[in-house]
């Protein structure tokens, strides 16, 4: 079965080699019909601590890594400069 990948940003570096990514998901409204979006925060491991708050980084499933966190960071796709927020 293959490992289930999620893309989003990272808002907050939680402590070492811990860092907290919101995934943004649209659905569409079941009354409306409108599309709405919807976000999950999830916790992923950066072994190396590369990342930094603002990043879009992509994540792969993996074991539980502790009782919240079970993605592994697998790539930066878009850095953010030095001094620039989202």
């Known amino acids: 079965m293959p490992k289930r990948q999620i893309q989003g940003t990272v808002i907050k570096k939680a402590g070492d080699k811990t860092a907290t990514v919101l995934v943004e998901r649209r659905v569409l409204h079941p009354r409306y019909h409108k599309t709405v979006k919807r976000f999950k925060k999830y916790l992923i491991h950066d072994e190396n601590n590369t990342i930094n708050v603002g990043d879009t980084v992509s994540a792969v499933e993996c074991r539980p890594l502790s ?15 030095k001094g620039e927020v989202e």
């Not at 919240?68 to 878009?78: G, P």
């Open 67 to 81: 009782k919240t966190k079970s993605f592994r960071l697998l790539e930066v796709l878009k850095e953010v400069q």
